[in-house]
C-alpha cells in the first residue's frame, strides 16, 4: 500500500470506528445496574428513591483533582473499564466538567466520626443522576470504589444494542480485614510476564491487595538475580517432569524466568491496580534449582539437577556454611531493590533433616550456637529456626517485614518445632489450626489452609456445584475461641495455587475462577451478611462478568444454582 493509500484506508478505519461508537452511543434502550450483585458485597448500600440513574454515554467524563498522578492513572483505569463494558468512547479531564461527570478524589477523613469506616482501603461512591463520585479514604479505596462501580453495571449479551447505567444510591464501603491476598507458583510452570499483568487485573476487580508471587523452587528458579547469573542461566530450565508411578521423563521442557525489569514492571502496573507484589524466595528447603546452580551451596557439594520430580526433596541449602548467608543476604538485597514491599515471603516450608544431620557444617554450627533438642524441637529444627531469624533480623534491619510458612513454627500434629521470632508472620496452610496456633503464640498469622484455600487442591477440585463453593465459603477466617487480641493478630486470608499440575493459563484460571470471587467475600465482607442464599446471585452475575471478559471459569459451578 502506498503511504497515501495508507492514510486514506487509515482515515476510513478511524472514520467507520467513530460511526460505531456514534451508533452503539445513540441507542434508545437503557439498562439499569443493581449494586446488590456487586462481589463482595459492599458494606452500606442506600438505594436513592425514585432517582434517575446515571447514564452512561460518550459525554460522560471522569474527572480528578489537576497535578494527582495516582488519581491521573486511576481515571485512566476507569475510562478504559467503561470503554470496555459500553462500547462509547469516555475521556478524562482535570477541568470541572459542564456534562454529566464522574469524579475521583482521596479524603482521608471521610470517614470521620462513622464507627469502623475508615483507612485507605475505604471509599464513598454516590450516584446522582448528573454526576458519580468516589472518594476514597487513600488512593487503595478510589480504585476498589472504581471496581464496585464496574460490578454494578449490567453485563447485558449484546452491550451495542443498549446503554448501561447506574442506579441512584450511595455506598460506604471498607475491608474486613487488611491482607487480602493470592499466590501463585510460578516456579514448577512458568507463566508469562504478560499473563501476570492480567492475572493482577483478576485480582483487582476482587479487592485484592497482595499478589504473592512464589518465585523459586526445586523445578526451577524464575528471578533473575545479577550477581548469581546462574540461578536463572541454570536453574530456570529443566527438560521435563518425571511420572510419579513410572518415573519416566515426559520430555516435556519448562523453562523461563522474569528479568529484573519485568518483575519491575510488574510491581508497577500492580501498584497501578493497589495491589502490593510480595515476592517469595522459598528457602532453606525446595531449592534444589539453587544447587544444580551453586553446587557448593549443598551439605554435599552435589553434582545436583533442577528437579523433574515433584515432592518433598532432601537436598536443600546447607546451612551450616557462611557462603550460604552471604548468598542468602546477596539475593535478598537484589530482591528489596525490585520489590519494595514491606512483606517479603522468606518460605521455610518442608525443609527436610536429613543432609543437616549428616553434614560437618551444619553440626558444627549446632555446636557453635549451642542448640540443644527439647520436646518436639530437634536440634535440626532449632538450626532451621537460627536461619530464619537471622533472616528476619536482616529483612528488619531494611525496613522488611518477613512472612514463613508455619513449618517455621507448628507442624501437622500442631505441635510446635521451631522458633521464629515474634515479628515473623505466620502463613498457617497445614490446618485451619496453624494460623489459630500462630496467634494464640503471639505471631500475626494469615489464613490460607490447604483444605480450603489451596485452589489447585485435587480433592477439592473434584467438587462441583454448592459443595465447591462452600468449601471456600463456610471456612472461619477468624477461628472462634480466640480472646480479643489473638484476633488482631489475624491479618487476613490469602488463596494459593500451585502449579505441578497446572501448565496452561486456561487451567490456571479455571482453578482460579470463581472461588476467587467466594475469596473475596472472606477477606472484604462483614461476617455479619454471610449467607450463601444471598450470595448466589453475586456469584452468578460475577461469572457473567467473567463470560464476558473472555476469562475461563470452571462451569460445573453453576450447578450451584440449580441445587436445593
Ligand atoms: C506448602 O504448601 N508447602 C506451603
Ligand atoms: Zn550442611
Redesign the pocket.
Known amino acids: 500500500m502506498s503511504a497515501m493509500n495508507f492514510r486514506h484506508f487509515l482515515s476510513s478505519v478511524v472514520l467507520s470506528a467513530a460511526l460505531v461508537l456514534f451508533s452503539a452511543c445513540g441507542r434508545p434502550e437503557v439498562r439499569v445496574g443493581d449494586f446488590s450483585l456487586v462481589s463482595p458485597l459492599p458494606r452500606m448500600v442506600f438505594v436513592g428513591d425514585g432517582e434517575a440513574p446515571f447514564v452512561i454515554s460518550s459525554r460522560t467524563v471522569v474527572y480528578y483533582p489537576e497535578g494527582d498522578e495516582i488519581l491521573h492513572t486511576a481515571a485512566g483505569l476507569l475510562a478504559a473499564q467503561l470503554e470496555q463494558a459500553t462500547g462509547c468512547r469516555i475521556r478524562t479531564s482535570t477541568r470541572v466538567p459542564r456534562e454529566q461527570y464522574i469524579f475521583l478524589g482521596i479524603d482521608p477523613t471521610i470517614g470521620d466520626g462513622l464507627k469502623d469506616f475508615q483507612g485507605p482501603d475505604s471509599y464513598c461512591l454516590g450516584v446522582e443522576p448528573a454526576a458519580v463520585s468516589i472518594l476514597g479514604g487513600g488512593a487503595p479505596g478510589v480504585l476498589h470504589g472504581i471496581q464496585t462501580l464496574i460490578k454494578a453495571l449490567p453485563i447485558p449479551e449484546n452491550p451495542e444494542a443498549c446503554r448501561l447505567a447506574l442506579p441512584a444510591a450511595t455506598v460506604f464501603d471498607y475491608p474486613e480485614f487488611p491482607y487480602r491476598a493470592f499466590m501463585l507458583d510460578c516456579g514448577r510452570h512458568f507463566f508469562p510476564a504478560e499473563y501476570i499483568k492480567q492475572l493482577i487485573d483478576i485480582l483487582a476487580l476482587h479487592n485484592l491487595n497482595y499478589f504473592h508471587w512464589h518465585l523459586t523452587e526445586d523445578q526451577g528458579w524464575r528471578l533473575e538475580i545479577k550477581k548469581y547469573p546462574k540461578l536463572t542461566e541454570v536453574g530456570s530450565y529443566r527438560p521435563g517432569t518425571r511420572n510419579p508411578q513410572t518415573d519416566e521423563l515426559d520430555g516435556v521442557p519448562v523453562s523461563g524466568f522474569y528479568t529484573q525489569e519485568e518483575a519491575r514492571e510488574i510491581v508497577r502496573y500492580a501498584a497501578e491496580r493497589g495491589i502490593t507484589v510480595i515476592p517469595e524466595i522459598d528457602l532453606p528447603g525446595h531449592t534444589q534449582a539453587a544447587l544444580a546452580a551453586y553446587p557448593e551451596l549443598g551439605c554435599t557439594g552435589g553434582p545436583y539437577e533442577v528437579a523433574t520430580r515433584y515432592g518433598v526433596l532432601d537436598d536443600v541449602l546447607c546451612v551450616g556454611k557462611d557462603a550460604t548467608m552471604t548468598f542468602v543476604k546477596d539475593v535478598l538485597t537484589e530482591v528489596m531493590d525490585i520489590f519494595p514491599s514491606e512483606y517479603i515471603h522468606l518460605g521455610g516450608?518442608?525443609c527436610p533433616k536429613v543432609r543437616w544431620a549428616a553434614c560437618p557444617d551444619c553440626q558444627r554450627k549446632i555446636r557453635e550456637l549451642g542448640l540443644v533438642a527439647s520436646g518436639k524441637k530437634t536440634k535440626e529444627e532449632l538450626l532451621q529456626s537460627w536461619f530464619t531469624s537471622q533472616i528476619e533480623a536482616f529483612l528488619a534491619e531494611h525496613g522488611r517485614r518477613m512472612i514463613c510458612?508455619n513449618?517455621v513454627l507448628c507442624d501437622w500434629g500442631d505441635h510446635l518445632v521451631g522458633e521464629p521470632s515474634k515479628n515473623t508472620v505466620i502463613?498457617g496452610?497445614m490446618r485451619p489450626a496453624s494460623s489459630e496456633i500462630a496467634a494464640r503464640e503471639g505471631y500475626d498469622a494469615i489464613v490460607c489452609p490447604?483444605g480450603h484455600l489451596?485452589f489447585s487442591n485435587a480433592e477439592a477440585l473434584r467438587l462441583t456445584g454448592r459443595e465447591s463453593i462452600c468449601r471456600v465459603y463456610d471456612m472461619a477466617v477468624v477461628p472462634e475461641g480466640l480472646t480479643q487480641e489473638q484476633r488482631q493478630h489475624i491479618l487476613g486470608a490469602e488463596a494459593?495455587l500451585?502449579t505441578e499440575r497446572v501448565a496452561s493459563t486456561d487451567s490456571l484460571e479455571w482453578r482460579l475462577l470463581p472461588r476467587l470471587s467466594t475469596l473475596s467475600e472472606l477477606q472484604w465482607a462483614d461476617p455479619k451478611w454471610h449467607d450463601l442464599g444471598a450470595y448466589l446471585p453475586r456469584l452468578r452475575h460475577m461469572t457473567d462478568l467473567y463470560q464476558s471478559r473472555g476469562w475461563h471459569w470452571k462451569t460445573d459451578i453453576a450447578a450451584a444454582w440449580e441445587e436445593e
Open positions: 516450608d518442608e510458612w513449618d502463613a496452610w490447604v489451596y494459593c500451585w
